[in-house]
């Protein structure tokens, strides 16, 4: 894969992950549930493709409980994003999130022991100002709902990072296998704190497991396995810049399906056009080094 063809297919990849805010306005059921669900089809459907495609499923016992500890982390941090929605809201969470490039601009040099750069510390903040013009910043939000959003994006970074590493020796479908599993298996310890969020199959109307299967499939199972086959090529500080466009990409799309829900005004061109320049900046600066 080249880079201009890996830059490319992310970019595909963040407009599916774009899609799953739309998803959520269809699907009733609470946010613990709804990852549990995410997680049990994604695995299911891991469980089918790996043994298709002929993927030995038994790794070294040592590589499977890294893979298990990323799986740990991915969980977490979906719990933490949902969280965080509903505690303070998708404005906050949303915003928490794109720090992401910031912490990522950290932890990277770590994990492939390298020089922090400073230049990446600057556009992962600068990142944060381009989010935060898309939408209404909210001015008094409680610490709990902070502190989940920033949770979230320092488990999505840390996650991505390791995962930029180990896709260099895994194959990407076994490796999503095993994440996925471990992921499942820590969402589903949320029921024994709260065995009320548990939501049986039999209360799913039809159409939130319609809707499941799409956000497993097509918003899960394809972008994950897809992100995994291009960390081999961009480095985990390029992904993470570029997978702040999913705001703009979900709130595109959110106004061309339900325009009354999403007027795009003079903020939300703004905040686009940061992104994008720091998404081409950035490209630039990988290129000329």
Not at 11 to 40: K, N
Not at 54 to 62: A, D, E, G, K, T
Not at 93 to 118: G, H, Q
């Amino acid at each position: 894969m080249s880079r201009p063809s890996a830059h490319a297919q992310l970019h595909a990849i963040v407009v599916l992950w774009g899609c799953t805010a739309i998803l959520g306005r269809h699907i009733s059921i609470s946010a613990v549930p709804l990852v549990w669900y995410r997680l049990v089809l994604v695995v299911i459907a891991m469980a089918v493709l790996v043994p298709a495609r002929r993927i030995p499923v038994r790794v070294p016992l040592r590589a499977a409980l890294r893979y298990a500890i990323v799986g740990a982390l991915i969980g977490i941090h979906w719990l933490c994003f949902y969280g965080a929605i509903k505690q303070a809201g998708v404005a906050t969470a949303v915003i928490t999130l794109s720090t992401i490039a910031f912490f990522t601009a950290v932890f990277e040099p770590i994990v492939f022991r390298r020089r922090v750069a400073v230049d990446e510390l600057v556009i992962g903040a600068v990142v944060v100002v381009g989010v935060a013009l898309l939408i209404q910043v909210e001015l008094e939000v409680d610490a709990l709902g902070l502190a989940l959003g920033f949770a979230s994006a320092l488990f999505a970074a840390v996650f991505s990072t390791l995962n930029g590493r180990y896709t260099r020796d895994e194959i990407p479908e076994r490796l999503m296998l095993y994440e996925m599993s471990a992921a499942a298996i820590v969402v589903s310890l949320c029921f024994l704190v709260a065995p009320d969020q548990f939501v049986s199959p039999a209360a799913l109307s039809g159409a939130d497991v319609g809707w499941l299967v799409v956000l497993a499939v097509l918003c899960t199972v394809v972008p994950q396995v897809w992100i995994l086959h291009v960390l081999r090529v961009l480095s985990p500080f390029t992904v993470a810049v570029s997978t702040n466009l999913e705001p703009v990409y979900a709130l595109i799309l959110t106004a061309v399906l339900f325009p009354a829900d999403a007027p795009l005004g003079l903020r939300f061109y703004l905040g686009a056009g940061v992104l994008l320049s720091l998404v081409v900046i950035n490209g630039v600066r990988k290129s000329l080094k």
